[in-house]
């Protein structure tokens, strides 16, 4: 059995871990979001890359779902000690190694697929990683800003220095147009069984991926279930409804499978609450979509993977 699913950062880790649990013997191919890479301190940071990288192979801060377990943060100290920031994007120690090693690795003329599956035999993390692209793509929120007037920031900045607390007017993956899909991304998907799209953001995680040119047709042409990230009509965490606002989506299940559509998606996951949300087109099943433990994950994951079976 050959799964391939496309990324984000913590919803997507977590049902990952979920579905090698729930199929021990499949072929797993992940394909990771980098419209969140951002350089800081002259470094490569990949965040979505590494959050599934860290969760898969074990070295999750799980309570946090992102960076790295017993993390300390004397560089963090140490920088802002020198007055260089930012200090809002928080490496600890043991994340810089990660990002210092890809950075040496990219210098000296490695793709970014390349250097992630390097980084990956550390970390076994047990699927095939691969960036959705080479090529640089980077999500940037136009805002507003009271100070200086309409203007576009790094999708980061927006996220984690402001919080979403300034409304998006638009979410632009800049460089997407003319991004390539990274070496095996759509052989990958071309010979899969079935796509399973995790509980990600829809619009700056699974929309970012499905931006890069040929990967939404490559997707459209197989068997694809996914699960929602809206439970209700809140995303379970995180601010994804900031983005959904963004590109005027709803935030519940309905109108984010609908966004998604029958053109790409044959079956929708979504919650017991949830179980009258009606996508022409699509087929809906009600199942919990909590991961609140490794259990109910590898539930989750099974549920896809049923519905996806049944529908290929
Ligand atoms: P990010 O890049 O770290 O923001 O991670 P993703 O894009 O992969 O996932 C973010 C989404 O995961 C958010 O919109 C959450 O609503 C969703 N999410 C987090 N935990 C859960 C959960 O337990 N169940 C479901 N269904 N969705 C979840
Ligand atoms: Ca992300």
């Known amino acids: 059995m050959k799964i391939v699913a496309p990324a984000g950062g913590i919803g997507a880790a977590r049902f990952l871990r979920g579905l090698r649990q729930a199929a021990p013997e499949a072929e797993i191919t992940v394909i990771g979001n980098t419209g969140d890479d951002i350089s800081l301190f002259g470094l490569r940071v990949c965040p979505d890359l590494d959050t599934v990288m860290y969760t898969l192979g074990g070295g999750i801060n799980e309570e946090q779902g992102w960076g790295r377990a017993a993390e300390t943060f004397t560089v963090k100290e140490e920088l802002a000690a020198y007055g260089a920031g930012p200090s809002w994007f928080g490496l600890g120690d043991r994340d810089f190694a990660t990002h210092i090693v890809r950075t040496q690795m990219l210098a ?46 790094h999708f980061q900045e927006w996220w984690v220095r402001l919080r979403a607390s300034l409304p998006a007017v638009a979410i632009t993956a800049i460089g997407a147009d003319d991004a390539k899909p990274a070496p095996g991304v759509l052989k990958a998907i071309e010979t899969a069984d079935v796509v399973l799209f995790p509980p990600s ?65 044959d079956g929708w996951l979504v919650a017991e609450e949830d179980a009258a949300a009606d996508v022409p087109g699509v087929t809906v099943r009600a199942r919990p979509l909590l991961m609140s433990d490794a259990e109910s994950t590898a539930a989750l994951a099974g549920a896809a993977l049923d519905l996806a079976r049944e529908l290929a």
């Not at 970014?112 to 047990?126: D, I, M, N, Q, Y």
């Not at 809206?230 to 299940?253: H, K, Y």
């Open 108 to 153: 000296a003329g490695y793709r970014l697929s390349a250097v992630t599956e390097a980084l990956c035999h550390r970390w076994e993390p047990g699927v095939r990683l691969l960036p959705m692209t080479d090529d640089q793509v980077e999500t940037h929120v136009v805002v507003d800003d009271p100070e200086h007037g309409r203007r576009a920031i």
């Open 201 to 265: 953001n829809p619009v700056v995680s699974i929309g970012t991926i499905l931006g890069v040119p040929g990967l939404r047709e490559a997707f459209a042409a197989k068997t694809v279930v996914g699960v929602s990230p809206i439970i209700g009509a809140a995303p379970v965490r995180g601010m994804a409804d900031a983005c959904l606002t963004a590109i005027g989506v709803e935030t519940t299940a309905e109108a984010v499978g609908r966004h998604y559509g029958a053109g790409l998606l």
